[in-house]
């Protein structure tokens, strides 16, 4: 009795959880909107299901619950009954695939149009690098590095010479343009959070790995690393500031790219790091 | 239907292996202590399971104080943190679920339910055990060496598991973490091959496959599955052990750590990802399907009714099993594998969820027109199917891998696992432990405690879990040691997670009332009787409660009908053992 009652109340507060808690995820800033309609979509075809079952149970248990005299029904298999379940069940599962599906495919496909900004993590900070005005990022490597080269820039690399260089600082994004992010780390895993932007990505040693996003709203977005990367985890954060281009263009000015990075930087000038401080 | 229910007129096979009565064991030490007799060592694998699982749930206590209430516990350092999360997470994975299930109800029910007189190696079977207190200890033992057990989380993730920035790594914690799991499977291949040739070889005349009770076809098949699974987790230990004493570079690139390039190159560490999630997804259907068929039988016998479709049931056993071998890189899609296998592994993902549903509706439909006993049992099969529906719930938002993006490495994915492959097997494991104890022991568990132990462990663990989802909702990362309040949380989750502290204390303490319970009933619990719950399975019929050594006293049972004879028309009885003749003729002629 008591827990027919208790399942039904398990539905109901789960539910009016679900809609009247205050927590729910933060505004969007990137055009990701695409993923927070599929997530809605599969928000309402999983709650239909989970209070339609556990509804059921609790009428089951209450109605169906042991009384004196009371004979269970014999009743081994239901052919009909089973393939009704199994094709309406593998139509709800298609109707949350295929649109996660579509999505996936605007998510790792990278229009031509987008600019490529390149994260370095590494513990337990962010570092970044931008194209020069050849629009390219040089190729780099891990055998490069040293304190005047904390990226492994390779320096015989003439596009890489240009490089906008950004070590332990913020990311400055010009808003409404498409960005690939490539992302690096030059120790273990780690990974690029913004819960605003919706993507993310692990950032893998040895190789490069991507995604793209096009920011839709100025102001300052914090970075957290989301993939356990030792004991500073916690703490290895960062800020994305979206502005607008004119900004943007200021901001850039004022960088040093990797030619100026080696020569103009003083060791004791240069930003210190979380893994110094911590 | 005739071919798994009334056949009383068709010959009986013969035995496959000849009725052997097992040499008794003499001496206290042979019989008790380096025991063969498999009833035995089930209970030695439930109570070491047991034990390290206590710790487990303390260390849940402590990392749940850090989250709560972050800054009140000044001992409970970043280091400490993340060893608290990652023991916890690899003890209840592995050595408690993993063994409790196997080598406690495995060991404990196989020959029972299928009508041996043991396991077909018994003295394997032994070592089995003594392998894995092995593995236990030296688990137990990374606790006390300088640096303490490894920070790596339970998933191990080079390079970080075994480089100095995580606590551990360049320390004895990691390597005795891959020595304790590299024997854990050493062991339990041993266990393993027992129950697979056992189930195969030793049933006894009449006890077809398709007449097997579903916990049979649930830790059999989950057998095979850990036979082919683990293998690929003892290759990643023996590699990152490698790569950690040796030098070698399997799983390690060139990388430079806190400004020094260390020695390695060439290594990928997303092949250990692969390697250790085409384990740690069958892993999860490892744990899931004893539990599966062990409720399927609960929820029969405690509803008076034949589990719904059984055949269909066994099938989605055996599907559910071989799909779970190509789904493993959905816990991969923001690792930075090639983008593409998203689509392959979202789409093997959610077709699994449909054999899932399947089970779902056949427990659900048992229930219609049954003569519901709630028993302890029974409660908890129900709590099972509402955490498993929730929990298998959630799997789709994170199987379906773009939605998975905003959500992976959040708490939404720590809620998602505690509850589908955290608390419902474990609802399983309590309903089991309460069903079948009165057949090990001869006496009933205490009711009234158990009533406690259950309302408070099924809404407690709800309550745990359910809300969390919403903190990763809201965005909060998993394995933050400290999140403070950054700007994107609108509002705070700090009073949330104060709550799910309290319930997660309140929780573990019901735990350690049932602990108590397991001990005091042993002496003051109720008379069980041979068959208390009335049920037809083979264990039940035995000639002693509890069962001798050899089980069945003169000779083996021999088998007519399934396990689901309940509540039969025209039968004297609500149920009807598998070992009895007598076929009732039903008022409306055969069915």
Same mark, same amino acid.
């Given at each position: 009795?008591?827990?027919?009652?208790?399942?039904?109340?398990?539905?109901?507060?789960?539910?009016?959880?679900?809609?009247?808690?205050? =927590?729910?995820?933060?505004?969007?800033?990137?055009?990701?909107?695409?993923?927070?309609?599929?997530?809605?979509?599969?928000? =309402?075809?999983?709650?239909?299901?989970?209070?339609?079952?556990?509804?059921?149970?609790?009428?089951?248990?209450?109605?169906?619950?042991?009384?004196?005299?009371?004979?269970?029904?014999?009743?081994?298999?239901?052919?009909?009954?089973?393939? =009704?379940?199994?094709?309406?069940?593998?139509?709800?599962?298609?109707?949350?695939?295929?649109?996660?599906?579509?999505?996936?495919?605007?998510?790792?496909?990278?229009?031509?149009?987008?600019?490529?900004?390149?994260?370095?993590?590494?513990?337990?900070?962010?570092?970044?690098?931008?194209?020069?005005?050849?629009?390219?990022?040089?190729?780099?490597?891990?055998?490069?590095?040293?304190?005047?080269?904390?990226?492994?820039?390779?320096?015989?690399?003439?596009?890489?010479?240009?490089?906008?260089?950004?070590?332990?600082?913020?990311?400055?994004?010009?808003?409404?343009?498409?960005?690939?992010?490539?992302?690096?780390?030059?120790?273990?895993?780690?990974?690029?959070?913004?819960?605003?932007?919706?993507?993310?990505?692990d950032m893998v040693p040895g190789m490069v790995t991507f995604f793209w996003f096009e920011p839709t709203r100025t102001g300052e977005f914090e970075v957290l690393c989301a993939e356990l990367c030792g004991t500073g985890h916690g703490f290895m954060r960062g800020y994305v500031q979206v502005v607008e281009q004119e900004e943007y263009d200021e901001w850039l000015q004022e960088q040093l790219t990797f030619a100026e990075y080696a020569n103009a930087v003083p060791v004791e000038d240069q930003p210190t790091r979380l893994a110094e401080r911590y | 239907m005739g071919d798994i229910r009334h056949e009383a007129n068709a010959e009986l096979p013969p035995l496959e292996v000849p009725d052997v009565m097992p040499p008794h064991a003499h001496g206290w030490w042979a019989k008790y202590v380096f025991s063969q007799d498999a009833k035995y060592i089930a209970v030695q694998y439930a109570c070491t399971a047991l034990a390290?699982?206590?710790?487990? +749930?303390?260390?849940?206590?402590?990392?749940?104080?850090?989250?709560?209430?972050?800054?009140? #516990?000044?001992?409970?350092?970043?280091?400490?943190?993340?060893?608290?999360?990652?023991?916890?997470?690899?003890?209840?994975?592995?050595? +408690?679920?993993?063994?409790?299930?196997?080598?406690? #109800?495995? &060991?404990?029910?196989?020959?029972?339910?299928?009508?041996?007189?043991?396991m077909v190696f018994p003295f394997v079977n032994m070592l089995s055990y003594w392998i894995y207190l092995l593995a236990v200890l030296v688990l137990v033992a990374s606790f006390f060496v300088p640096g303490g057990p490894t920070g790596a989380g339970w998933t191990l993730y080079p390079p970080q598991a075994i480089l100095s920035g995580t606590p551990g790594g360049q320390q004895a914690g990691i390597v005795l973490m891959l020595v304790s799991l590299i024997l854990f499977i050493i062991g339990f291949t041993m266990g393993g091959l027992n129950y697979v040739v056992t189930v195969l070889q030793a049933r006894t005349r009449g006890m077809t496959m398709m007449r097997l009770p579903l916990t049979i076809w649930g830790i059999f098949t989950a057998t095979v599955m850990a036979l082919l699974a683990f293998p690929a987790l003892f290759v990643a230990c023996v590699m990152m052990l490698f790569d950690r004493l040796l030098?070698?570079?399997?799983?390690?690139?060139?990388?430079?750590?806190?400004?020094?390039?260390?020695?390695?190159?060439?290594?990928?560490?997303?092949?250990?990802?692969?390697? #250790?999630?085409?384990?740690?997804?069958?892993?999860?259907?490892?744990?899931?399907?004893?539990?599966?068929? /062990?409720?399927?039988?609960?929820?029969?016998?405690?509803?008076?009714? &034949?589990?719904?479709?059984?055949?269909?049931?066994?099938?989605?056993?055996?599907?559910?099993?071989?799909?779970?071998?190509?789904?493993?890189?959905?816990?991969?899609?923001?690792?930075?594998?090639?983008?593409?296998?998203?689509?392959?592994?979202?789409?093997?993902?959610?077709?699994?969820?449909?054999?899932?549903?399947?089970?779902?509706?056949?427990?659900?439909?048992?229930?219609?027109?049954?003569?519901?006993?709630?028993? +302890?049992?029974?409660?908890?099969?129900?709590?099972?199917?509402?955490? #498993?529906?929730?929990? %298998?719930?959630?799997?789709?938002?994170?199987?379906?891998?773009?939605?998975?993006?905003?959500?992976?490495?959040?708490?939404?994915?720590?809620?998602?696992?505690?509850?589908?492959?955290?608390?419902?097997?474990?609802?399983?494991?309590? *309903? @089991?432990?309460?069903?079948?104890?009165?057949? /090990?022991?001869?006496?009933?568990?205490?009711?009234?405690?158990?009533?406690?132990?259950?309302?408070?462990?099924?809404? %407690?663990?709800?309550?745990?879990?359910?809300?969390?989802?919403?903190?990763?909702?809201?965005?909060?990362?998993?394995?933050?040691?400290?999140?403070?309040?950054? @700007?994107?949380?609108?509002?705070?989750?700090?009073?949330?997670?104060?709550? /799910?502290?309290?319930?997660?204390?309140?929780?573990? @303490?019901?735990?350690?009332?049932? +602990?108590?319970?397991?001990?005091?009933?042993?002496?003051?619990?109720?008379?069980?009787?041979? &068959?208390?719950?009335?049920?037809?399975?083979?264990?039940?019929?035995?000639?002693?409660?509890?069962?001798?050594? *050899?089980?069945?006293?003169?000779?083996?049972?021999?088998?007519?009908?399934?396990?689901?004879?309940?509540?039969?028309?025209?039968?004297?009885?609500?149920?009807?053992?598998?070992?009895?003749?007598?076929?009732?003729?039903?008022? %409306? %002629?055969?069915?």
């Amino acid at each position: 009795m008591m827990i027919a009652l208790v399942l039904a109340l398990v539905v109901i507060a789960s539910v009016a959880f679900h809609l009247l808690s205050p =927590w729910w995820w933060t505004p969007i800033a990137s055009n990701w909107d695409y993923i927070d309609n599929t997530l809605i979509i599969t928000f =309402w075809i999983t709650g239909v299901v989970f209070a339609a079952v556990v509804l059921f149970m609790a009428y089951c248990v209450f109605r169906f619950r042991h009384q004196e005299g009371r004979k269970a029904d014999f009743n081994p298999e239901n052919k009909r009954l089973e393939i =009704w379940l199994t094709v309406a069940t593998a139509l709800g599962v298609a109707a949350m695939l295929l649109p996660g599906l579509f999505v996936w495919k605007q998510f790792v496909t990278v229009p031509d149009t987008a600019t490529e900004v390149e994260v370095v993590g590494q513990q337990w900070s962010w570092s970044f690098r931008l194209p020069g005005q050849d629009g390219r990022l040089g190729t780099s490597d891990p055998q490069w590095m040293n304190l005047d080269n904390p990226l492994g820039v390779n320096p015989h690399d003439p596009t890489g010479t240009d490089d906008v260089i950004v070590e332990g600082g913020e990311l400055y994004l010009p808003v409404n343009r498409p960005v690939k992010m490539s992302l690096r780390s030059i120790d273990v895993l780690h990974n690029f959070y913004v819960p605003e932007f919706r993507a993310k990505m692990d950032m893998v040693p040895g190789m490069v790995t991507f995604f793209w996003f096009e920011p839709t709203r100025t102001g300052e977005f914090e970075v957290l690393c989301a993939e356990l990367c030792g004991t500073g985890h916690g703490f290895m954060r960062g800020y994305v500031q979206v502005v607008e281009q004119e900004e943007y263009d200021e901001w850039l000015q004022e960088q040093l790219t990797f030619a100026e990075y080696a020569n103009a930087v003083p060791v004791e000038d240069q930003p210190t790091r979380l893994a110094e401080r911590y | 239907m005739g071919d798994i229910r009334h056949e009383a007129n068709a010959e009986l096979p013969p035995l496959e292996v000849p009725d052997v009565m097992p040499p008794h064991a003499h001496g206290w030490w042979a019989k008790y202590v380096f025991s063969q007799d498999a009833k035995y060592i089930a209970v030695q694998y439930a109570c070491t399971a047991l034990a390290i699982g206590l710790v487990a +749930l303390v260390l849940s206590w402590l990392m749940r104080l850090q989250l709560g209430f972050p800054g009140v #516990f000044d001992f409970i350092t970043p280091e400490a943190y993340y060893q608290f999360i990652t023991m916890h997470g690899m003890i209840m994975v592995i050595y +408690l679920l993993t063994a409790i299930f196997l080598g406690g #109800f495995g &060991n404990y029910l196989i020959p029972l339910m299928v009508g041996a007189r043991d396991m077909v190696f018994p003295f394997v079977n032994m070592l089995s055990y003594w392998i894995y207190l092995l593995a236990v200890l030296v688990l137990v033992a990374s606790f006390f060496v300088p640096g303490g057990p490894t920070g790596a989380g339970w998933t191990l993730y080079p390079p970080q598991a075994i480089l100095s920035g995580t606590p551990g790594g360049q320390q004895a914690g990691i390597v005795l973490m891959l020595v304790s799991l590299i024997l854990f499977i050493i062991g339990f291949t041993m266990g393993g091959l027992n129950y697979v040739v056992t189930v195969l070889q030793a049933r006894t005349r009449g006890m077809t496959m398709m007449r097997l009770p579903l916990t049979i076809w649930g830790i059999f098949t989950a057998t095979v599955m850990a036979l082919l699974a683990f293998p690929a987790l003892f290759v990643a230990c023996v590699m990152m052990l490698f790569d950690r004493l040796l030098g070698t570079s399997f799983f390690m690139p060139m990388l430079v750590e806190m400004g020094e390039k260390l020695s390695y190159g060439g290594g990928s560490p997303i092949a250990f990802q692969h390697l #250790f999630w085409f384990f740690g997804h069958p892993e999860v259907y490892i744990v899931a399907l004893p539990a599966f068929g /062990i409720v399927s039988d609960l929820i029969a016998v405690h509803a008076r009714k &034949n589990i719904f479709g059984y055949r269909m049931m066994v099938w989605a056993i055996v599907i559910i099993g071989a799909l779970s071998f190509v789904v493993w890189a959905h816990h991969m899609y923001v690792s930075g594998m090639h983008p593409w296998f998203g689509y392959f592994f979202a789409t093997t993902t959610l077709i699994i969820a449909v054999p899932t549903a399947i089970k779902v509706y056949n427990w659900v439909l048992t229930l219609w027109r049954g003569d519901i006993h709630l028993t +302890l049992p029974m409660l908890f099969a129900l709590a099972f199917i509402v955490t #498993f529906v929730n929990g %298998g719930l959630t799997g789709l938002f994170l199987g379906n891998v773009v939605v998975d993006v905003p959500l992976s490495d959040t708490m939404f994915v720590v809620a998602h696992f505690h509850m589908v492959m955290g608390v419902a097997p474990i609802m399983v494991i309590f *309903g @089991a432990i309460y069903h079948w104890y009165p057949k /090990i022991t001869g006496r009933m568990l205490n009711e009234a405690m158990g009533q406690v132990h259950f309302w408070v462990t099924f809404l %407690g663990a709800y309550a745990i879990f359910f809300p969390m989802h919403y903190v990763g909702l809201v965005g909060v990362p998993r394995r933050y040691y400290e999140l403070g309040e950054p @700007a994107f949380i609108s509002t705070p989750v700090g009073g949330l997670n104060a709550f /799910i502290s309290v319930a997660a204390l309140i929780v573990g @303490a019901a735990q350690i009332l049932f +602990l108590f319970n397991l001990g005091w009933s042993l002496r003051h619990g109720r008379d069980a009787g041979s &068959n208390p719950w009335r049920a037809t399975s083979l264990e039940w019929q035995t000639p002693d409660t509890p069962p001798r050594h *050899g089980n069945w006293g003169e000779s083996l049972p021999l088998v007519y009908r399934w396990a689901y004879d309940y509540s039969v028309p025209g039968a004297a009885e609500d149920f009807i053992a598998q070992n009895d003749p007598v076929t009732p003729e039903p008022p %409306g %002629g055969r069915l």
